[in-house]
T-cell receptor, first 112, second 113 residues
Framework: QKEVEQNSGPLSVPEGAIASLNCTYS??????FFWYRQYSGKSPELIMS????GDKEDGRFTAQLNKASQYVSLLIRDSQPSDSATYLC????????????FGPGTSLSVIP | GAVVSQHPSRVICKSGTSVKIECRSL??????MFWYRQFPKQSLMLMAT?????????EQGVEKDKFLINHASLTLSTLTVTSAHPEDSSFYIC?????????FGPGTRLTVT
């Protein structure tokens, strides 16, 4: 089993719809979870971080964490064409140096 | 937010030569920096963890003698790709960790001809 997995894409949603991105992880001891957005040829940029079970909202973005199910998701409300990018789920593993491992990413296209 | 810089942003080198990439945390001290590599249409793969004042910790399958990492200060880590080959052509990204968050540099595009 891979350490961090994401739902396979590409995902296409119409403008204004809700985009739902999912991620599961294998290390039960992980405590920190991140969602990054990456545009082609650019470095990832942090969208959300979440550390506790439940929901965390920031503008149009909502991250959801369920540690019992080892599951973290990202919802994007009122999707815009500018949201079209690859979304990377990242998990900080509980190791001696707390390395951060990335999932394979999900490509999102928002259709005008 | 915190800023991490990388230099150079883009480099082209001939096969067999060595290339050094610098990663700096500009407004915070980073005891730990990470080096990632990203091939086209793939995710970031962790290569190694760089700890200030000690040897880097390499991920399985990453040759430590080929990818030399030095973390000389709390704001600077370097990655040297030695005897580069075309298959080393990739996007190399460093990141530095503050107390909680992880910040990424803009990346270095390496092309080996």
């Amino acid at each position: 089993q891979k350490e961090v997995e994401q739902n396979s894409g590409p995902l296409s949603v119409p403008e204004g719809a809700i985009a739902s991105l999912n991620c599961t992880y294998s290390d039960r001891g992980s405590q920190s979870f991140f969602w990054y957005r990456q545009y082609s040829g650019k470095s990832p940029e942090l969208i959300m971080s979440i550390y506790s079970n439940g929901d965390k909202e920031d503008g149009r973005f909502t991250a959801q964490l369920n540690k019992a199910s080892q599951y973290v998701s990202l919802l994007i409300r009122d999707s815009q064409p500018s949201d079209s990018a690859t979304y990377l789920c990242a998990v900080r593993m509980k190791t001696s140096y707390d390395k951060v491992i990335f999932g394979p990413g999900t490509s999102l296209s928002v259709i005008p | 937010g915190a800023v991490v810089s990388q230099h150079p942003s883009r480099v082209i080198c001939k096969s067999g030569t060595s290339v050094k990439i610098e990663c700096r945390s500009l407004d915070f001290q980073a005891t730990t920096m990470f080096w990632y590599r990203q091939f086209p249409k793939q995710s970031l793969m962790l290569m190694a963890t760089s700890n200030e004042g000690s040897k880097a910790t390499y991920e399985q399958g990453v040759e430590k003698d080929k990818f030399l990492i030095n973390h000389a200060s709390l704001t600077l880590s370097t990655l040297t790709v030695t005897s580069a080959h075309p298959e080393d052509s990739s996007f190399y990204i460093c990141s530095a960790t503050s107390a909680i968050e992880q910040y990424f540099g803009p990346g270095t595009r390496l092309t080996v001809t």
